[in-house]
């Protein structure tokens, strides 16, 4: 008996390792931080988690001034990818039915180099190998360490929420520009103090804007709380 399971651990060590699920490869079109069309194919990287186009950070310290950081990790993920070749290992498909994969450009892990840089967190609930990465950004204060925000998950959660609550806001479009009692254009995004209770009139000039550079281009400031 112990020479038939011998031989059979034999057999199994004689059998070549099953190779990792091809995954998509060729080309990189980034759409947001953790995202990315790689050879036509929609690619949700897998185990981190980065910030929405429309959030915003809060500076630490100083004036503690209300800025874009989802808009600027989308700007940083493509000067580092943007037009590059990459490999992708396939991990499944989410409910949005884009590819989960891990992937690398030049031979470097894509997950790795945004969450080592600060531009993404890694989201453990889908793996824990960028964990580490995550720490030496944090204790470095690399990228969105230095700033003060919310944790992506939370912010989509806390955004759905919102716009049901909101039934007046189109799509994407959540942040509310107000006008104050005395004429001030302020803007405020999902997650700041006053969202909730920030209520939009049309017929004042009140409005809906998609993203924070949308609405500093169109004259309203950040809210500072």
């Not at 004036?63 to 874009?68: F, H, I, P």
């Not at 997950?111 to 840089?117: D, I, K, Y």
């Not at 003060?148 to 998950?153: D, K, N, V, W």
């Not at 609550?165 to 001030?184: H, L, M, Q």
Request: hydrophobic letters at 45%.
């Amino acid at each position: 008996m112990l020479r038939i399971c011998a031989a059979f651990v034999l057999i199994l060590l004689a059998l070549p390792a099953a190779p990792a699920q091809a995954g998509p490869q060729g080309v990189v079109r980034v759409v947001d931080g953790d995202t990315f069309v790689i050879g036509g194919q929609k690619v949700r990287l897998q185990a981190i988690d980065a910030p929405e186009a429309a959030q915003a950070c809060t500076e630490k310290s100083g004036q503690k001034r209300v800025w874009a950081c989802g808009a600027w990790v989308n700007a940083q993920a493509r000067a580092l990818f943007q037009g590059q070749q990459a490999r992708c290992n396939a991990q499944g498909h989410d409910r949005y039915g884009r590819v989960v994969a891990r992937c690398s450009v030049a031979g470097q892990d894509m997950g790795a180099t945004l969450v080592g840089a600060g531009l993404a967190f890694a989201y453990r609930r889908y793996g824990l190998q960028y964990v580490q990465a995550e720490q030496g950004a944090a204790r470095a204060g690399r990228g969105l360490h230095a700033h003060q925000l919310m944790a992506p998950e939370a912010y989509r959660a806390q955004t759905r929420a919102q716009v049901v609550a909101a039934p007046n806001a189109t799509g994407d479009c959540v942040i509310k520009g107000n006008i104050s009692a005395k004429g001030t254009r302020i803007f405020h995004s999902p997650g700041q103090a006053d969202y909730a209770r920030t209520v939009i009139t049309p017929e004042k000039g009140e409005r809906w804007f998609c993203n924070i550079a949308e609405a500093r281009a169109a004259g309203w400031r950040a809210a500072r709380r």
